[in-house]
């Protein structure tokens, strides 16, 4: 048998085990498209990493695993949250020839529609990989929510654990004095990672050896201070991370001496229009930091979609962003006691940018900081864990057209009854909504964000910590979860193998 006809039954087996049923056709030479459309159908496998939560020996973290119900996910299935090891230990989970005990998960996942959570203290709480197959792999989500009492980096620190991938972009991380910033990377996968961290600030790219050829092994985890990275000491830095082999997770841990911190997720794409949404209403500082990647300096009309509409904030029309050079903008009390999401449009060409903001919250020793990346609409599903009652405000923008959404509160980890509203958000507005609660709530529960009908929607969620006289928070965007995969239809017709 030809080696030709070999590869192709190989091919065709390995897209029928991905897909389940699909199978291949060859063209039929008419030069008319006759292929049904392509179907949506839930994913089999999702990974999610989620970073040391902290070096605090006062932290406090609660991890929140979440499934939401999907129509025609496969019935069975099983996620689980496992320990990375650190770098120093090569990744290899052996000493002496023997097997390191394993440790217990911190949180056991379960079957889709139920949450659970879990908990651990200190500083020695290490990076997790985590894996959901079968039913429940579609949108799974894990929130890691960490409480520091006191020092560098006190308050709410709150991360959604991402996907890996090979390429982010971190707009809004610094070296200043007083700033203290690391880069987290986690490789999941059973060979090396090799990762490329550079630098931008304002005048461009600043100088580093340190950051080239960063290997990270197999199955670990690894946190580099920025600070050594480069001497050059930045409010605004834009960070980003390239991976040459393989894939990783990465986030950025900023934290400050007086505003507290939080953690900073990847930003969206660069792309030429871009929403960053859901500014807490009461924020008493907003600095918005751009970068462009390309060669090409970017002119943008800054735009706030509040309640009423959108308005151009006094003073700040535009933004002009250099070449390869990060900009910062103070919007200072921008939003003005009400809801609000910055709106990011070229003013003439369209070049693309990535962007985020850096929000205070409170004044005085009681301030508190996190961050609001530019993110992706919410698409068909999002969802957010870790939601409190009277703690938790989610916010909805339709920066375009006006929109209808579907949100769905999970019953409680510890008991409760799942409660759905429906929203209908105006055209060019943010509003606060409020969202469900489960009946007879007990624990923390999980939002579903769907979109009915309409425009694109671009959603976060704001939790609050749970002392009133503290202005702790942290902001988790919600873009699409992806937990549905487009596959192609097609005709059963094995003589293309005979071709």
């Not at 087996?13 to 199978?23: E, I, P, Q, R």
């Not at 560098?152 to 809004?172: I, K, M, S």
Request: proline letters at 7%; charged letters at 20%.
């Amino acid at each position: 048998m030809k080696r030709t006809t070999l590869s192709l039954i190989a091919c065709a087996t390995a897209l029928a085990a991905v897909t389940g049923f699909a199978a291949v056709s060859a063209p039929d030479g008419s030069g008319t498209d006759t292929a049904a459309p392509a179907a949506r159908l839930p994913v089999e496998r999702t990974s999610l990493l989620c970073p040391a939560p902290s070096t605090s020996d006062l932290a406090e973290t609660a991890y929140t695993s979440f499934t939401p119900v999907t129509k025609g996910a496969d019935e069975k299935g099983n996620a689980e949250l496992a320990t990375a090891e650190t770098a120093e230990d090569g990744g290899k989970g052996e000493k002496d020839g023997k097997d390191e005990k394993k440790e217990k998960p911190v949180v056991q996942p379960k079957a889709p529609g139920t949450p659970v959570a879990g908990e651990t203290t200190g500083a020695d709480a290490p990076a997790l990989i985590g894996t959901a197959e079968g039913g429940t792999a579609p949108g799974w989500t894990v929130q890691q929510t960490t409480e520091v009492a006191a020092g560098t980096g006190r308050g709410l620190q709150g991360v959604n654990c991402t996907a890996p991938d090979t390429e982010f972009w971190f707009p809004g991380a610094g070296t200043a004095t007083g700033r203290t910033d690391y880069v987290h990377l986690t490789n999941p996968d059973d060979s090396a990672a090799v990762v490329d961290i550079e630098l931008y600030g304002k005048d461009g790219a600043l100088k580093s050896t340190v950051g080239e050829g960063v290997t990270v092994p197999p199955h670990t985890s690894e946190s580099l201070l920025l600070s050594t990275l480069s001497e050059v000491k930045e409010t605004d830095l834009t960070v980003h991370v390239g991976v040459r082999s393989g894939r990783v997770g990465a986030a950025v841990q900023a934290l400050d001496d007086k505003t507290g911190g939080d953690w900073l997720t990847a930003a969206a794409d660069p792309a030429s229009e871009l929403v960053l949404p859901g500014i807490p209403k009461d924020a008493t500082a907003v600095r918005l930091v751009l970068f462009t990647p390309g060669g090409t300096d970017a002119d943008l009309k800054v735009r706030l979609a509040s309640p009423s509409g959108l308005i151009t904030p006094a003073g700040h029309e535009t933004v002009h962003v250099k070449a390869g050079m990060t900009t910062g903008v103070d919007l200072g009390e921008v939003t003005r006691g009400e809801a609000g999401s910055l709106v990011l449009t070229p003013t003439d060409r369209a070049v693309p940018v990535v962007a985020a903001v850096r929000v205070v919250r409170g004044k005085g020793d009681e301030q508190e900081s996190a961050f609001v990346p530019a993110s992706d609409p919410v698409g068909a599903r999002a969802t957010v864990a870790d939601n409190r009652a009277k703690s938790t405000t989610l916010a909805l923008s339709a920066t375009g057209e006006a929109a209808q959404v579907k949100v769905t509160a999970s019953a409680g980890t510890e008991g409760g009854t799942p409660a759905t509203k429906t929203y209908t958000i105006k055209a060019g507005t943010t509003q606060n909504v409020d969202a469900p609660v489960p009946a007879g709530l007990k624990g923390s529960y999980a939002l579903t964000v769907e979109t009915v009908s309409g425009g694109p929607v671009h959603a976060s969620r704001t939790l609050t910590g749970s002392d009133d006289d503290v202005a702790a928070f942290t902001v988790q965007t919600l873009p699409d979860d992806r937990g549905m995969v487009s596959v192609p239809n097609a005709d059963e017709d094995l003589s293309v193998l005979q071709k």
